[in-house]
């Protein structure tokens, strides 16, 4: 079998790059050394392994994508960029034929995925890499479906902690407050408690200094209005790897997608586990 041809988008960035270093020890993939970068970074090239990438601003994106699918054919795009470029980035994608799995979180999410269905490429969007995580939220989903009003009475807190770089709240919290509050709970996604802070990340959380940098922590408590019962539900990711693994699976699955013929259509990580 041929390996996939993938364009990683978004280096030098860590998510980026730690994608690019699981996929270069991957025969199923072939990297394209090109990553198309914002306008905050000033290097032309960054290495990773034994590569190294050249580094394409916005405004040359148009003229490099024509010499490189011209150079190297179909392939896949993978973004790992920043929320302000989400939607240009997509648009972009979308214009120039190119199918894509988005792994960046913000940005207008509905636009996101009108943008995807009024062009003729499928794409994979999730706010969540981590099968893992997303099997979880499958949980909650079914329960929010089936168990309507489960807790009502019951108060929500919700508490995520990222990285300093990470700019936005946890798309994962914000998926998971629509679920509670069909479970019967009241609560907006302005009230999740967002962790920036190493220091208090350390001290109070408890989070390993070598993860300071990398790591995705969320804890959702709910107490009844007597204080006599709690639930508590837990994830906690220490590093990058779960997310990039994650990634290269929807490469694949949107790679069957594109064979298949299936355009116009977004597919979400719930997809990428159901594997049809």
Known sequence: MN?????????????????????????????ISHSLTGPEITASETTIG???????????GYQAISAIKENSGPFISVDFSLPSAVNSNAEFYCKHN?????GTTGGDRDFLTETVTASSIPAVIAPNMAKQIVGFQAMMEYAAQTFPNL???????????HQQGKADTSG???AMVHYFNSLGTPYT???IIKERDPETQQSVWGIPAEFLQGHGWHTYALTSSDKTVR????????????????????????DKKIKAGVRSRVFSMIDVLKGI
């Open 3 to 31: 390996p996939i041809k993938v364009m990683v988008n978004g280096l030098p960035g860590n998510m980026a790059s730690n994608v690019v270093q699981h996929a270069l020890n991957d025969k199923r993939f072939e990297l």
């Open 50 to 60: 034994s590569v190294a990438f050249t580094l394409i601003q916005p405004q040359d």
């Open 98 to 102: 190119l199918p894509f799995v988005m």
């Open 151 to 161: 807790f009502a009475g019951y108060d929500l807190e919700i508490k995520e902690s």
């Open 172 to 174: 994962t919290a914000k």
């Open 189 to 191: 996604e302005t009230d």
């Open 231 to 254: 639930f508590e539900f837990t994830h906690n990711v220490n590093g990058r790897d779960v997310y990039a693994l994650g990634t290269l699976d929807a490469v694949l699955y949107l």
